[in-house]
């Protein structure tokens, strides 16, 4: 039941694109992909093999290792990268919704945060 109804928002979403907003989405989609895409080849220019910078140069030093699988390569990159960054996205925004939450509830916790943030912009 789940899956058919998956399907037919997707479905809905083609069919009425800026109604639905699946046309934006796409753009986001597609201006993060170019994003990767021009991290991927800036860091591609100033490898140094001797100096990992962060995850892109270690991926990319195993791509040019080389295997007979081509277990790495460049799309998988730009995959793993945009995993990686909704990921990060998602735990951030599930976790400020659980503060909001909490100090909803917890008053006394509310007015402690506020004053220290107070005491430290003021």
Same mark, same amino acid.
């Given at each position: &039941?789940?899956?058919?109804?998956?399907?037919?928002? %997707?479905?809905?979403?083609? @069919?009425?694109?800026? @109604?639905?907003?699946?046309? *934006?989405?796409?753009?986001?989609?597609?201006?993060?992909?170019?994003? $990767?895409?021009?991290?991927?080849?800036?860091?591609? *220019?100033?490898?140094?093999?001797?100096? /990992?910078?962060? $995850?892109?140069? +270690?991926?990319?030093?195993?791509? #040019?290792?080389?295997? *007979?699988?081509?277990?790495?390569? +460049?799309?998988?990159?730009? #995959?793993? &990268? &945009?995993?990686? %960054?909704?990921?990060?996205?998602?735990? #951030?925004?599930?976790?400020?919704?659980?503060? +909001? @939450?909490?100090?909803?509830?917890?008053?006394?916790?509310?007015?402690?945060?506020?004053? *220290?943030?107070? /005491? +430290?912009? /003021?």
């Amino acid at each position: &039941m789940g899956a058919k109804v998956a399907l037919y928002n %997707f479905s809905i979403s083609k @069919l009425f694109p800026k @109604l639905t907003g699946y046309e *934006e989405q796409v753009a986001i989609w597609d201006e993060q992909k170019e994003y $990767f895409k021009r991290e991927i080849k800036e860091h591609q *220019e100033t490898l140094d093999e001797n100096h /990992s910078r962060d $995850f892109i140069d +270690v991926y990319l030093k195993e791509i #040019s290792k080389g295997s *007979e699988k081509d277990d790495y390569n +460049v799309e998988d990159l730009g #995959s793993i &990268m &945009m995993d990686l %960054f909704l990921a990060g996205t998602e735990t #951030s925004s599930t976790t400020l919704k659980w503060i +909001v @939450l909490y100090l909803t509830l917890h008053q006394d916790v509310q007015n402690r945060c506020r004053e *220290e943030i107070f /005491s +430290v912009i /003021s």
